[in-house]
């Protein structure tokens, strides 16, 4: 059987009727994407969300974003982001007990056919993120208990540069190079799953692909010029199912996340409609 992970990235929820950046309503957004999510004629394994659950990481919003995820029946695997606090994040989902209790929110979990390592890059009060050696430390004793199976990393901040200078400003600045390194020695690392980029990008690292996935909400703006402006647009919002069929390679597809219709077929009574 195939095994299906789906991940969701940047939710950004505010308390009920506050406006991310004063213009935005993100919960119809995520409400949006769940209802896609059960349409979804193979549903996921899994849900995994790559950080910034929520904007400000308060009590308020972390008991909204847990009604939003509510309508989904399958196991729903989260992580802070730059936005997000380790301990109201706990404490407002006090029965996802493999968030653990205290310190860094990484975990280990077996998905289907493949094993799901969550690396926690967050340096709190800072918007940029990191990797520090205990972390890595972490990830080197996971990798190594699991080389017979199809591994996935998730991480918040991207190990990449990614040309859009202001969100490089506060990606991944410390770690990065020691990540690669021992992805490089682990060939049946998959994917390298990231958030905070509000984008869908690909890019080879460490001999596997790291990829961060679009919002289901708002999107940053595509300016590869060093001194873009930091702004966001309302582009299509999406998120990300990876696909692994038993023995075979981790296929990633980029979801749109809003109702575009019912599906139309491409041949009828066995010949290409003309």
Known sequence: MPTFL?????????????????????APFLAQAVARIRRLPQQPDAVVVTGDLTDFGRDAEYAHLQALLAPLAMPVYLMPGNHDDRARLRA??????????????????????LQLLALDTVVPGASEGGLCEERLDWLATQLDAHRDRPVVIAMHHPPFRTLIGHMDEIGLLHGAQALEALVARHPNVERIICGHLHRSIQVRFGGSIAATAPSPAHQVQLDLAPDAASAWTLE???????????GG?????????????????FHEEGALID
């Open 92 to 113: 407002g989902f006090a029965d996802h007990t493999y968030l653990g209790t205290e310190g860094f929110v990484q975990y280990s979990v077996a998905i289907g056919g």
């Open 236 to 246: 299509p919002p999406g998120f990300v199912v990876h696909a692994l069929e038993a």
């Open 6 to 26: 789906l991940q969701l990235s940047d939710l950004h929820i505010r308390e009920p009727g506050r406006l991310a950046y004063g213009r935005i309503d993100t």
């Open 249 to 265: 390679r981790l296929v990633s597809h980029t979801v749109a996340s809003g109702d575009y219709g019912p599906a139309y077929p």
